[in-house]
């Protein structure tokens, strides 16, 4: 389904924890981003990455830090200093280098932090 | 920064009818337009999208327009139908520069 995969679906967590959220795509893509959806909202950028090994701050980056060791996988870690954690978190990849192609969605993993 | 408008935030047609979402952006160095739908609880997903080269394109009861002198597009669907309820997000962008989304539109169609 799609390529690009998201585990968990749902994830809990008790606040003051850090949390990964993984993302693993088989469709060969340089490009990988995150996003968070809140209730309302449009997506917005968290991180992305052009290139193994590289990845850049999107607008929203307080809290929050990934890596990009394979083409294949770009995992988001939630830390503590997140302040307000709880959105639904979507990965996405694409062919190239941001902004001038389709970008491919993974299903999403919905963070609840109490 | 670089932003998009969405209008209207919710929408709701009568099976049958068209639907018009207009997207205004500010970023003239711009060159593609993405639309994305997305159903509850799932991904968005690609539907339709245009190059600034192209003033207009369809596919089936889908369709967008581009205006770049005014700096916005929009999509149209026709004969709409109980399964395109959805959010619908408009999104530019420009290579090397990452997509911006509008804030999205939710589309209800009532049988």
């Known amino acids: 389904d799609g390529g690009i995969t998201q585990s968990p679906k749902y994830l809990f967590r008790k606040e003051g924890q850090n949390v990964t959220l993984s993302c693993e795509q088989n469709l060969n893509h340089d490009a990988m981003y995150w996003y968070r959806q809140d209730p309302g909202q449009g997506l917005r950028l968290i991180y992305y990455?052009?290139?193994?090994?590289?990845?850049q701050k999107g607008d929203i980056a307080e809290g929050y830090s990934v890596s990009r060791e394979k083409k294949e996988s770009f995992p988001l870690t939630v830390t503590s200093a997140q302040k307000n954690p709880t959105a639904f978190y979507l990965c996405?990849?694409?062919?190239?280098?941001?902004?001038?192609?389709?970008?491919?969605f993974g299903p999403g993993t919905r963070l609840t932090v109490t | 920064g670089e932003n998009v408008e969405q209008h209207p935030s919710t929408l709701s047609v009568q099976e049958g009818d068209s639907a018009v979402i207009k997207c205004t952006y500010s970023?003239?160095?711009?060159?593609?337009f993405p639309w994305y739908k997305q159903e509850l609880g799932k991904r968005p997903q690609l539907i339709i999208d245009i190059r600034s080269n192209v003033g207009e394109k369809k596919d089936q009861r889908i369709a967008v327009t581009l205006n770049k002198t005014a700096k916005h597009f929009s999509l149209h669907i026709t004969e709409t139908q109980p399964e395109d309820s959805a959010v619908y997000f408009c999104?530019?962008?420009?290579?090397?520069?990452?997509?911006?989304f509008g804030p999205g539109t939710r589309l209800s169609v009532l049988p």
């Open positions: 999104a530019n962008g420009n290579y090397g520069q990452n997509f911006v």
């Open positions: 996405a990849s694409s062919w190239q280098t941001s902004g001038s192609d389709e970008q491919y």
């Open positions: 970023d003239s160095a711009s060159n593609y």
């Open positions: 990455s052009q290139i193994v090994n590289d990845f």
